[in-house]
């Protein structure tokens, strides 16, 4: 609380410049919602790259390189997001980041790095993809802002900006005006504020790596028992989501999205590239019921795995993220618990899940606790009135 009040006061240098809801705005209800600015002309987005400290050069990344897409996987399992203890950092896998940042339409352009001239050393990266996004009954083409990272060593010189402002000179050239991301911190000025929550699949190692601690008046031993979990799932037609399935998960999933006030627009292609299973990546899975074949319910989680900084007997923490996940026929609470039984025969050591679209109806009662830290929502250069509540997000970024 005291950060956040803190954080309202502070001034943003950059984000003042920025077509984004202003801290000063907030609950001023002269202002409409939709885009801050209008779009210009495509003649007149700037047409040269921006700037940058003359030791550095701007690169377009090429993720089918190998040699490319090994130097972004380490650059960022070196330098990218670690908790407030330093304790574990993101260490997404190469198929994950081919897989994030080449949806239908993807553009190139929008992967870029910046390398030191002298030693072709990559240093610091961000992302777009495109993305159809719906904010109450508009539907808008955006850009999915993701992977901005800094070198270590590189921090707090300003470069950070020069990537944001490079970026959205790219996502402007193909005529494109509003953007998405998520964030750690606070920045002017959240749509939604969420929190993760995490459920113990392996809870010896979480505890003996500083993920989770025993609870009070507990043993090791009971604590075990309290996260044991079914060998097989339990609701039956649940099987793996396939190709076949696309027509089916797509309505299902378009309806579900369609009761939340910000989500993602999804159309078949979408659905093949974000929700068909692919090893490592991406595990989904529905139930089919016996009798009509209908397909009436889906789960969806992501394989984010953390670096473990400086324990001597682990070294990578293995994370699912819940995705998206629909119920209409399997009570949401027996789905997810399926999802948990699936997770846990992969292997998993902790199921995470934000408190976005009904996820708050399973947490409590599947043992999920709430973690520290949050996760706020952006939007660029569109307003929204007033902040939304997490369960009025249909929302998932990577
Ligand atoms: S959030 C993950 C961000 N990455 C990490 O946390 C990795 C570890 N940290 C770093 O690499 C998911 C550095 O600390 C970074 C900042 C690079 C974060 N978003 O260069 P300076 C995403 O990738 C502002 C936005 O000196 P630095 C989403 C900060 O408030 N802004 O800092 C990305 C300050 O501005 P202010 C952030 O520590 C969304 C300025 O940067 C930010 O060396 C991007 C300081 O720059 C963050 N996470 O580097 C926006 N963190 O105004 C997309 C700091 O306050 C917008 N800052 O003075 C849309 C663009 C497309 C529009 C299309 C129409």
Redesign the pocket.
Known sequence: KVQESLSLD???????T?PVGQFKDIGNPALPEGPIEPPTALSEVKQEPYNLPNLYEWVTCDIHDEQMCDEIYTLLAN????DDENMFRFNYSKEFLRWALQPPGYFTSWHIGVRVKTSKKMV?F?T?VPARIRVRDEVVSM?E??????HKK????????V??KE??RR??LEN????A?????I?PTPVATCQYWHRSLNPKKLIDVGFSRLGARMTMSRTIKLYKLPESTVTPGFRKMEIHDVPAVTRLIRNYLSHFIVAPDFDENDVEHWLLPRENVVDSYLVESPETHEVTDFCSFYTLPSSILGNANYSNLKAAYSFYNVSTATPLLQLMNDALIVAKQKDFDVFNALDVMQNETFLKELKFGPGDGKLHY?L??YRVRQALKSSELGLVLL
């Open positions: 502070q001034r943003h240098k950059f984000w003042e920025q330098n990218y997001v670690e610091a961000i777009g850009a802002i993701n992977f901005l990272c800094v590189l921090r707090t010189k300003r470069l950070a900006p990537m944001i970026v959205t996502v402007h494109i005006w509003q953007a991301y998520t964030a750690g911190v920045l952006y660029y250069n």
